[in-house]
Structure formats: C-alpha cells, structure tokens
C-alpha cells in the first residue's frame, strides 16, 4: 500500500541511496583490508572505456570510467541532499567539500587547499582541475562520501615526446580529439610524480569501425612529437573498411570499358561499362547520391578526424568540385596536415588538406572502387620518358568514347594488378589500335610483341630525336582566365603568391623527383658565369633542392633568387648554384603573384598597414588558403592584378 505522506517517501528514497552508497564503501573497504596496502582509490588498469574531464597538457590529462558513471549519479544526488542541509562557509583547509557550482544541478566534491578571506582554492576530486570559489559555495562532506575513491585518473600519453612546456594548442587538440566520445584508454605502465601515481596510457577513440590514436592524430598537427622524433612512426589500424575491387575477367577476350583518366600510356584508368552499361549506370546514381549527401549544410559529424594511409572517404575532385569516394595513399610531411588521395572510381591522385575531406557512409562502400589501372602493351616511349605531347595524343583520342581492349597480360604485385592491354575504339575493332597509332604519330616505339596493323607493309620507325630543352619558361596566361589556386603566401593585398590546385599534385611529383635527382647524382661544382635570368637548382633551408631564377647578381660572390614554385626569394652564395637538369624544364613554375587590382593603401600610405594585411591573412585562413582567381593585366613576368573570390562558409 502506498504512503499518503510524500515526505515519508522521500526519506525512504534517500534512506536507500544511502544504503546504496554505504554497501560500496562497504565493499571498497574489505577489498582494501584484504590487501597488505590500504588505499582509498581504486587505480586504473588494463584497457577501460573512458571519457575525457580536463586536459593540462598530453602529458597531464583526467579521464573517468565509464562504469563509474552510475556510481557518480548517485553520488551527485547524495551531495545534493546534503548541500541542502546547510552548513555553509563552514569549512577549513583539507576539509572534503561539496560543492555548487554556478549552474544550479551541478555538485561537485571538492579538496580544499587554501582559504584565503571569503575564497577558497579547491581541487575538484572527480574532475582533476583547480579553481577558486566563494566559500559561501562550500559544505562539509560527510564521511561516507569524502572516503568514495576518486572518479578522475590521472593520465599521461604513452609514446609522446616530453615538453618543457605545453602550448594551449596542445590541450586543444587533446579536448578536440576526445570531444564528449566514449574513449579507450590503454594501461601500460605508470610513474611517480611528486608523489602522484599517474598512469601511462595509449588513448584512442573508434571511428568509422577504426580505431584512432591520439598520438598519431597529434603528430600530424605537429601539436606534440613522437618520442625519439620518430616522425614516420605512426602505426597502421589494425582494421579498417575498405574499397572491393573488380579484377578485369581473365577468360573473356574482350572487354568494353570507359577510360576514364590518363597519366601516361602506361598508366591509364578504365571503368568496366558492364552488360547493358549497368556499371555505368551504378556509378551514375551513386555519384548524384553522393552530390546530394555531401551538398548539404556542412556539419562536424562528416569531417575526417585522422587521415591514415588506407582511410576510406569522399573527397572533392580538385577540376570539377564534385565528391567522389577516395582513398588517403600518403601523409604528406613536406607540409602540415596535406595528404594525398586516390580517386578510386577514376584513378585521379591529388594533395589536398585533410579538413576537406569526409566521412563515407557504408552504403558508399557497396560498389567496388571502379577504376582498373591498364598499360597499353608492345610500347615503350621514345626517349626516357613519355613526352606531353605523347600523353596530349592518347588523351584526345580516347576521351569520352567508349573502348574495347584486349587483354595480353597481367601481372600480380603488392599493391595492384597491372594489366597489359591492347586497345581499339569500340565502332573500330577491326581498325587500328591505339597502340599503333601512337607508334605512327612517332610518340612511341614498338617493342616485338606489338603486332601493327599497317597496309602499307612499311614498317614502324624507332624516333629517337635529341631533345634542345630551353630555359624555363611561364605557361601562357590570358587575362580573363578563370583558375581555382591555393594561396603559398600572402604578405599584402600587393602581393599574394598562389598556385593552381590542378597543379598541386604534379608540384609534390616534381619536388620528389628534383630532390631524389640530386642525392643520387653527385655533380661536381661548375665555375660557370652566372648572369640575370638564368634557371638553376639551389638547396634551401626551408624548402630543400628549389627550381629558382637568378634575379640580381650581388657583392661578395651573393645572389638573390626567385624561387620558382614557391613564389619567395632567396639569397644564397653563387658557388651553391647547379645547373637546372633538362628533365626539370619541361615543366614551367607552379606559382604566381598577383596583387589586387583598384586597392591603394589606406590615408594615402605608400605601404599596407599590419592591420591590412593581417585582416587579409585572416580572411584567407579563414577559407582554407583556396580561392578563385580571374586574371587582370599582366604586370611583369611574374606578377598579374587578378580579381579574388572566397566561397562564403557559415559561422
């Protein structure tokens, strides 16, 4: 029979809480009399789903079991009832508190450390961080909830490189990690520190059915360095979703298929069309599903956290602005959080920053990753590698027209499947391949096992003509072009140095390359005369092995470059100057100045003020360094005005 008195039911539901309560400290104390040493907090151990409370540092951070959440719950009210009872101010140095916080539902046990008039510094027993507050705001624990273990662990990060002193970026990055997530913390030692246990631990979250490490997340913020400096020692997930591919089918001679993107004669990309083009139709619906999915109002949910090497996600194509499902192949460390991704339906490689990326849905994941990766067989190119007219030929011919191929070979490696094939345009199949026709046009050589379908009976010359490289020259830009660039540098609205985003890819290429040419190649130093204008390779500090123009001849043997594909000068000794590698020239700058065009300094200044020009590094950082040009006037060789466009984002 229920009671008629309600107060009489609410002492009854506190009486239980207390009963609650007092069998786990009842519990706590046998297990520590059972032991030789007695203490009052039970200590984190083994692997435990955790949440985050409050960050110092990655060294210094407080973390809670989730299993002790119902254990804080009726903790929480228990301290309430007794905040009620009164009783406040009434407290001393070392005295356990409880503790109302400005927000009335919240109580909190506290240590308090210092008294000092009507203040008190406290140490929040179950939260791991300080504060100073009213002493009006205090009442003295019971016994019964002061000898509760404490809920916060003290933490520091297992494999992180110690710090004198941590920035605020670090802890924010740790707290961005963590969010309000259920976290796994991973036990692995622990360490005294004046007199505090604090246990050394690995911490990770599971994302997409991964889990991610909070240390490697940290490194590639360059927020924290791995101990040792080990820079390339972020570990793979032991498990995570990936792409299905389809193989081409061994026992079928022919095959339709769609070339969809083009490297090079051996490196091309095909999509299978399928039967009744049922594979292009699958392709067609996913990617309007995707436009749709990912046009929508941007939130944080879709936004990758980590980027490891083999992450499954969507990525914009960098020349038509549609997502496409990608793949990270590589964590750039020339520069910060760059990464380079695989666009897995068309074959498509580009560097873009890793805030651009998102999060794929599993019903993304069904299709298998579309592109096939084809050489066309029996040729090779004439000289030591394919000319750009030779990639310009086979990409025209083959573009948006369907294709039959012939399957010759195939070769199973590590990483992928290459497939030797001959190729024909589908109404022509009983024409010439394309395999012959770049040996006629002279773009390529036929190697033996190319079977040519010349009438004339004449055969196929092997052109191997020497190659008069001239010194490097800018591409011709018209004004009123339109290019999508990221912004290299920006030092006033006079003066912002960009680079085309289409480019950004074959930048990182040649970089590698230019670098890798000059450790092998162990050239002697040339006593040459050096004049303005001329190309030549210098190594930097900053950017290493440089494409760079000898600007302005200085005293004591001193010159000053324009640093070609990075838009900065540089002053360096003549005798560090090396000939520019005619493979190297081939290829003009990657970067470009422009100023912005009808804009004068403020007051009739003849130079931007700082505030200016931090008001525009503010803007661009603010769109990600990306912006959208429209070529004005070409001013000098190097620099053009050009009207900028920022994409407007939402607060």
């Known amino acids: 029979q229920a009671s008629a008195d309600p107060v009489q039911d609410k002492t009854q539901g506190q009486s239980v809480l207390e009963q609650a309560l007092q069998e786990v ?13 007695v203490t009052a907090r039970e200590v984190l151990a083994g692997v435990e789903d955790v949440v985050l409370l409050h960050v110092e540092s990655p060294e210094s951070f407080f973390v809670m079991r989730t299993r002790d959440w119902k254990m804080a719950d009726m903790m929480r009210m228990q301290m309430k009832r007794k905040w009620m009872e009164g009783g406040w101010g009434k407290v001393k140095v070392d005295d356990i508190a409880v503790l109302k916080d400005d927000d009335a539902t919240e109580y909190h046990r506290v240590k308090v450390i210092t008294i000092e008039s009507d203040l008190a510094w406290v140490t929040y027993i179950d939260q791991g961080n300080n504060s100073q507050v009213p002493l009006t705001s205090l009442v003295c624990m019971s016994e019964n909830l002061s ?18 002193e941590w920035n605020e970026e670090a802890a924010r990055g740790v707290r961005l990690f963590s969010g309000k997530d259920v976290c796994k913390a991973t036990v692995v030692g ?15 979250k599971e994302e997409d059915q991964t889990d991610i490490s909070l240390l490697d997340f940290l490194v590639f913020r360059a927020l924290a360095s791995r101990e040792g400096q080990d820079l390339e020692g972020s570990s793979l997930p032991i498990s995570f979703r990936s792409f299905l591919y389809l193989p081409l089918d061994r026992t079928v001679q022919e095959h339709l298929v769609k070339v969809v993107h083009v490297d090079t004669p051996d490196q091309m990309y095909i999509n299978l069309v399928g039967e009744n083009h049922s594979y292009i139709k699958y392709m067609e619906n996913m990617m309007e599903e995707m436009q749709e999915e990912y046009s929508r109002h941007e939130a944080d949910d879709q936004k990758v956290i980590y980027p490891y090497v083999g992450l499954v996600c969507a990525a914009q194509h960098a020349e038509d602005g549609k997502y496409h499902r990608a793949q990270v192949t590589e964590l750039l460390q020339e520069e910060i959080m760059m990464v380079r991704v695989m666009l897995v339906d068309i074959g498509y490689c580009q560097v873009v920053h890793y805030n651009s990326l998102r999060r794929i849905s599993d019903k993304f ?55 030797k094939v001959v190729m024909y345009e589908d109404n022509c199949i009983q024409g010439v391949s394309i395999n012959t026709m770049i040996v006629e046009k002279g773009y390529a050589t036929a190697l033996p096992e190319l079977e040519t379908e010349k009438s004339d009976g004449h055969p196929i010359l092997d052109i191997d003509e020497e190659n008069n490289l001239p010194q490097l020259q800018r591409p011709v830009m018209e004004a009123g072009s339109r290019f999508t660039c990221r912004v290299v540098s920006s030092s006033s609205p006079g003066n912002i140095c960009l680079r085309r985003l289409v480019e950004e890819e074959s930048f990182y290429q040649m970089s590698k390359e230019l670098t890798r040419y000059h450790e092998t190649h162990c050239s002697p130093a040339l006593l040459r005369h050096w004049k303005e204008g001329d190309s030549c390779v210098v190594k930097t500090p900053g950017e290493g092995w440089v494409r760079a123009r000898v600007d302005r001849m200085m005293e004591g043997g001193m010159v000053e470059l324009l640093l070609h594909d990075h838009g900065s000068r540089f002053v360096g000794a003549v005798e560090s100057l090396k000939p520019l590698p005619g493979e190297f020239c081939q290829v003009g700058p ?8 009808n ?20 803007i661009l950082l603010w769109v990600g360094m990306e912006v959208d040009i429209e070529l004005g006037k070409k001013l000098t060789e190097d620099k053009w005005q050009a009207v900028m466009f920022v994409k407007e984002k939402e607060e």
């Open 599 to 618: 804009l004068v300094p403020a007051g009739g200044a003849k130079t931007w003020t700082g505030v200016a020009c931090e008001k525009l590094q503010e």
């Open 25 to 37: 400290i009842g519990r706590l104390c046998d297990k520590g009399e059972g032991s030789k040493q």
């Open 190 to 204: 622990s360490r005294d520190c004046m007199g505090k246990n604090i246990m050394i631990v690995m911490f990770s």
């Open 147 to 164: 000898t509760l273990p404490p809920m916060a662990h003290h933490c520091t990060l297992a494999g992180v490189s110690s710090e004198h």
């Open 365 to 419: 994941l069904v299709l298998p990753a579309m592109a096939i990766r084809v050489s066309l067989s029996g040729v090779r190119p004439v000289g030591e590698g394919w000319s750009d007219e030779a990639i310009k030929y086979v990409k025209e011919i083959v573009r948006t027209k369907m294709m039959r191929i012939k399957l010759e070979d195939m070769k199973t490696g590590m990483d992928e499947c290459e497939c």
């Open 590 to 597: 990657f970067c470009w100045t422009v100023e912005l065009p």
